[in-house]
């Protein structure tokens, strides 16, 4: 069992920079890949990026590449998404997902647990 917590969130103008962080419990983080979502209102969840149990290998929806990046301390128990040139468009809630069903990264089924979200809001 792993229990997820995001923080990080907020208000910020666009262009700005955010930091989100996903803390787990649990001794096994290191043994999950961990990936970040996101959902805005009305609209579906949408993978955002993944990243490897390792911390190597990464992935990240087209939307968002070049702008955030995914990073991990197996140390720390955490998982980090650095968001940068942030847009309006990325306004939704964010969640953190860890799993290792044989799926692609950016497959929500693939994951197993899943945090209850921090919000992002870019004003324009």
């Known amino acids: 069992q792993v229990q997820l917590v995001e923080s990080g969130g907020g208000l910020v103008q666009a262009g700005g920079s955010l930091r989100l962080s996903c803390a787990a419990s649990?001794?096994?983080?290191?043994?999950?890949?961990m990936g970040w979502f996101r959902q805005a209102p009305g609209k579906e969840r949408e993978f955002v990026a993944a990243?490897?149990?390792?911390?190597?290998?990464?992935l990240y929806a087209d939307s968002v590449k070049g702008r955030f990046t995914i990073s991990r301390d197996n140390a720390k128990n955490t998982v980090y998404l650095q968001m940068n040139s942030l847009k309006p468009e990325d306004t939704a809630l964010y969640y953190c997902?860890?799993?290792?069903?044989?799926?692609?990264?950016?497959?929500?089924?693939?994951?197993?647990?899943w945090g209850q979200g921090t919000q992002v809001t870019v004003s324009s």
């Open positions: 997902a860890a799993g290792n069903r044989y799926l692609p990264p950016s497959n929500a089924l693939r994951y197993d647990y």
């Open positions: 649990g001794r096994t983080f290191s043994s999950y890949a």
């Open positions: 990243i490897s149990r390792s911390g190597g290998p990464t």
